[in-house]
């Protein structure tokens, strides 16, 4: 089974950097400040500026990925997700407009294992979210 440990972030940001360095011209990997694990279903992950260190970006990753029955789905998922965070770092890529998506098709056409899009279901990965208020 799949766990999000430092380890695995570490190793899936370090490739998330080489691929981007390898697809998008002039990229420049960006410095992570901070690293926080949650337990969020809202989303797989989220990057920013970090509001303490201007110069560094924070990023947020839910255990979400644990709940991937394949772990080599879980992990190939895992790793789309750290490059589509990393694109996020882009100028001109804090949104999921075209130039965010253009680059996720220079990473799909050189790299289609990992699938880097605009936004994933859960579903898609054999994730059934309980529903908490039921009617």
Same mark, same amino acid.
């Given at each position: #089974? ?11 940001? =370090? ?7 390898? =697809? ?23 990057? @920013?500026?970090?509001?303490?260190? /201007? ?8 255990? =979400? ?5 394949? $772990? ?9 997700? #750290?490059?589509?965070? #990393?694109?996020?770092?882009?100028? @001109? ?18 790299? /289609? ?8 279901? $859960? ?13």
């Amino acid at each position: #089974m799949f766990e999000v440990t430092p380890k695995n972030i570490e190793n899936a940001l =370090t490739l998330a950097g080489n691929i981007l360095l390898d =697809t998008v011209p002039n990229f420049t990997v960006p410095k992570i400040s901070r690293v926080k694990i949650t337990n969020a279903s809202s989303y797989w992950a989220n990057i @920013g500026r970090d509001r303490e260190s /201007p110069n560094s970006f924070a990023i947020h990753i839910s255990r =979400t990925f644990e709940k991937i029955p394949d $772990s080599i789905k879980a992990e190939t998922r895992f790793h789309s997700c #750290m490059i589509h965070e #990393m694109i996020h770092t882009i100028p @001109g890529c804090n949104n999921h407009g075209k130039k965010f998506k253009y680059i996720c098709s220079l990473v799909n056409n050189k790299y /289609p294992k990992y699938r880097v899009q605009a936004s994933t279901s $859960s579903k898609d990965y054999g994730i059934i979210k309980e529903n908490k208020n039921p009617k």
